[in-house]
Nanobody
Framework: QVQLVESGGGLVQPGGSLKLSCAAS????????MAWYRQAPGKQRERVAK???????NYADSVKGRFTISRDNARDTVYLQMNSLTPEDTAVYYC??????????????WGQGTQVTVSS
């Protein structure tokens, strides 16, 4: 049974930083793609950043230049460094890991979500 455990969420003031972590356990497959998604109240879940096994990354336009995704393959862990946070970044953040380079229902595992609140 694969489990993804996230940590690092919380309350931060505008302009502040947070670093999220997500570690996989019980993995019986080769993790290829890792990603972070977020869902704000009343909005659809959106992908924030994606990283492939070779290290190539992709970001949503709204976070480019502020967020950095990275991974530690030896630990099956993905990170999201978030800088210059704004209230619009407030959401529940979910990590996802896939056995392919794509995130489809049959290939993807999800974390439980961690709340990030940006407020003064």
């Amino acid at each position: 049974q694969v489990q993804l455990v996230e940590s690092g969420g919380g309350l931060v003031q505008p302009g502040g930083s947070l670093k999220l972590s997500c570690a996989a356990s019980g993995s019986s497959f080769t993790i290829k793609a890792m990603a972070w998604y977020r869902q704000a109240p009343g909005k659809q879940r959106e992908r924030v950043a994606k990283i492939l096994g070779g290290g190539s990354t992709n970001y949503a336009d709204s976070v480019k230049g502020r967020f950095t995704i990275s991974r530690d393959n030896a630990r099956d862990t993905v990170y999201l460094q978030m800088n210059s946070l704004t209230p619009e970044d407030t959401a529940v953040y979910y990590c996802a890991m896939s056995s392919t380079n794509f995130f489809t229902t049959d290939t993807t595992y999800w974390g439980q979500g961690t709340q990030v609140t940006v407020s003064s």
